[in-house]
């Protein structure tokens, strides 16, 4: 059920940004809780499938290409920010373990 829920937030996250690019915010929040979850890239990536496919029963043909262009930098977004928050998971996993 959760993942319902992050795979409905991500759909409304690039609704927004095919429709006004104000998203950078929700990106980086998204990302963290993706870390937070415990939902991997891959997951990230079926939610990014699954969200688009959704979204273009909404646009026309003519606008389909640019649709899905402009979704794959709100993936890359998403992914760089997940890369961040993994990456600070990490570091504080480390400090942690020189500590004990």
Request: hydrophobic share 35%; aromatic share 10%.
């Amino acid at each position: 059920m959760e993942k319902n829920n992050l795979c409905y937030r991500y759909t409304e996250l690039l609704r927004d940004y095919l429709e006004s690019p104000s998203w950078r915010t929700k990106v980086s929040l998204l990302g963290k809780e993706f870390i937070r979850k415990g939902i991997g890239p891959e997951e990230i990536v079926k939610m990014h499938y699954k969200s688009i496919e959704k979204l273009l029963e909404d646009v026309s043909l003519s606008d389909e290409k640019d649709a899905v262009l402009k979704s794959f930098k709100v993936l890359l977004e998403i992914m760089m920010a997940y890369g961040m928050a993994y990456k600070h998971y990490q570091d504080m996993k480390a400090h942690e373990s020189d500590i004990s």
